[in-house]
C-alpha cells in the first residue's frame, strides 16, 4: 500500500490521544516472534525504512503495535532491541 494512502495494519488502536491509527500511520511489519531475537538485517532495513520515511512524512514517533494496541497485539515482543533503531526514542 502506496505511504499516501490508508491500510489496515492496526486494526482498533490509539495513539497519542487519537483513536483509529490507520488514519495517520505507517505500518511496518517485520517477520519475527516471541522467542528468538531479530536478525541484523532485519534493523538494518529497518532503519533505512524509517529514515526514507521521515524524508518524506512528518513522522513523530516509531512505536509498536504493542503501544498502539495493548492487550490485543503483542508484537515486535521482547526481543525485538529498539535501541538498534537509530533516531527512535521510545515514548513513555
Do not use: M
Amino acid at each position: 500500500v502506496p505511504t499516501t494512502r490508508r491500510a489496515w495494519h492496526a486494526g482498533r488502536s490509539s495513539w497519542g490521544g487519537r483513536e483509529g491509527c490507520n488514519d495517520f500511520s505507517v505500518g511496518i511489519e517485520l517477520e519475527g516472534c516471541n522467542v528468538l531475537p531479530f536478525e541484523d538485517a532485519q534493523y538494518r532495513c529497518a532503519a533505512a525504512l524509517i529514515d526514507a520515511l521521515r524524508k518524506r512524512h512528518p513522522v513523530a514517533d516509531v512505536v509498536g503495535h504493542s503501544d498502539i494496541a495493548p492487550g490485543r497485539k503483542i508484537d515486535p515482543g521482547a526481543c525485538f532491541d529498539w535501541k538498534r533503531l537509530p533516531g527512535v526514542t521510545r515514548p513513555d
